[in-house]
């Protein structure tokens, strides 16, 4: 499974880079507004640190960036998805899961242009993109679970269905909105291909209080022994 950083803010995706070894980037609107720049000065900036790593393309280290969630028609997403596309070779584009979107995602894809069809809430609309061969899908996690949702079966349901078809096979499956370690555990035993979560999420994801118990316990070991 590839671990992907939901963040557009620059020093936690290089920090998310050197302590974790991240595979990839994803952003939202939400995510470019919380870095304090403007859109095209976040997204140049996003490219340009790809550029320094070496990174040839979206094989290498995909970046997602979100056209504007305005645009409605597949015409105008279509344009905007253009645009981004010559930003940076590394830049997967993500497109709402709506009719437009839909539309967009599967010409896109005809184009050459690598796309991430995103929220998403259902198998049912996970579908779409495994059928247009968008490189990934973005079923929402975080989201449906603070509104009571059980997600365990939903993402094995995806996983399930694109297993079954080759033509579905080549779609990744990002496990979006991710809060919690636990979630990180349920898109695992799952078998989705990439989960993507902010920074405090992976921190969180690596403490546990019998680790810090059992580094206390072991440094005073050490200290105490002679020599030492």
């Not at 720049?37 to 997204?43: G, Q, S």
């Not at 960036?65 to 993500?94: D, G, Q, Y």
């Not at 694109?162 to 499956?173: G, P, S, V």
């Not at 078998?191 to 969180?204: E, M, N, P, S």
């Amino acid at each position: 499974m590839k671990y992907f950083l939901d963040s557009a803010k620059m020093d936690e995706i290089k920090e998310a880079y050197e302590t974790f070894g991240i595979d990839g980037v994803t952003t939202n609107p939400k995510h470019i507004q919380n870095s304090g720049k403007p859109f095209l000065t976040a997204v140049q900036d996003m490219a340009d640190w790809a550029k320094e790593q070496g990174f040839k393309d979206y094989n290498d280290f995909p970046i997602s960036v979100e056209v504007n969630p305005h645009l409605e028609t597949a015409e105008e997403i279509m344009k905007m998805a253009r645009e981004l596309h010559a930003i940076s070779p590394c830049f997967v584009i993500k497109i709402p899961c709506i009719p437009g979107g839909v539309e967009a995602a599967r010409k896109l894809e005809k184009e050459g242009i690598r796309t991430n069809l995103t929220l998403v809430f259902s198998p049912a609309q996970a579908i779409w993109a495994g059928k247009f061969g968008c490189k990934f899908v973005s079923p929402f996690i975080g989201w449906k679970e603070s509104n009571g949702e059980d997600c365990r079966q939903y993402i094995q349901d995806i996983v399930d269905i694109y297993a079954n078809f080759d033509w579905l096979r080549e779609t990744e499956i990002i496990c979006a909105a991710i809060r919690t370690p636990k979630q990180f555990v349920d898109c695992a035993a799952a078998g989705a291909d990439i989960v993507t979560a902010g920074l405090a999420v992976y921190k969180d994801a690596i403490a546990h209080p019998y680790t810090d118990m059992g580094m206390g316990r072991f440094t005073a070991a050490w200290d105490a022994t002679a020599g030492n």
